[in-house]
């Protein structure tokens, strides 16, 4: 089974704090994706990274950066935690042209106070 | 229009009875058609997945692509109160290079014992 795994399930933060948030995939999986979920809003894409150190801005990239440096592990970053951010964050992979099956983690409700 | 419309609910329905969740589309390049289950405060888990029209049957779940319509559907059968959660439906095109999953807002059902 596909494993895709957030290694901080509830995080309480600052204002103006630097957050990072992890994900680990053991599949191999070329892609991976940071989504944010937000009730009446869905799943909106921040981020996704197709290979090591190669990464692209999805829907709402604003006040987020990520890091991947090995091809398991992939990284999001709030440079300055701001209220607004608070939400459930979702990490997700996928296998390039697969096409059919992205898998997601248990998601990290961040909040921000 | 949006991309992947999809009835938010929720839906209540009794404990042994037949549900149908559905999601309409508008992008005729989309080939691949997922199904989430997502229980509160949990990542989405995928349950099945199905390439181009046609049915696919697991267990108490099947899932239908109508490609001519645009419309994809997925039946449970006795339905049991476990299966309460939000169901996401979810796309892509053949030619999915990781950032081309695009998902419905989800139906939130209840299965009442």
């Known amino acids: 089974d596909v494993k895709v795994t957030q290694s901080s399930r509830y995080l309480v933060k600052r204002t103006g704090e630097k957050v990072f948030l992890e994900c680990v995939q053991d599949?191999?999986?070329?892609?991976m994706f940071w989504y944010r979920q937000d009730p009446g809003l869905g799943l909106r894409l921040i981020y996704f990274?197709?290979?090591?150190?190669?990464?692209e801005k999805g829907d709402i990239p604003e006040g987020y950066s990520v890091s991947r440096e090995k091809k398991e592990r992939f990284s999001l970053i709030l440079e300055s935690a701001s209220t607004n951010q608070t939400s459930m964050y979702l990490c997700?992979?996928?296998?390039?042209?697969?096409?059919?099956?992205?898998?997601f983690g248990e998601g990290s409700w961040l909040t921000v106070v | 229009q949006k991309e992947v419309e999809q009835d938010p609910g929720p839906l209540s329905v009794p404990e042994g009875a037949i549900v149908s969740l559905n999601c309409t589309y508008s992008?005729?390049?989309?080939?691949?058609f997922m199904w989430y289950r997502q229980y509160s405060r949990k990542g989405p888990e995928l349950l099945m997945y199905?390439?181009?029209?046609g049915n696919k049957e697991d267990g108490r779940f099947t899932a239908q692509v109508d490609k001519s319509s645009k419309y994809i559907s997925l039946f449970i059968r006795d339905s049991q109160p476990s299966d309460s959660a939000t169901y996401l439906c979810a796309m892509s095109p053949i030619d999915n290079y990781g950032q081309n999953f695009v998902f419905g807002p989800g139906t939130r059902l209840s299965v009442l014992p």
């Open positions: 599949m191999d999986h070329e892609n």
């Open positions: 990274s197709y290979d090591v150190k190669m990464k």
């Open positions: 199905t390439y181009s029209s």
């Open positions: 997700a992979s996928s296998r390039t042209n697969s096409g059919n099956t992205i898998y």
């Open positions: 992008n005729s390049a989309f080939q691949y």
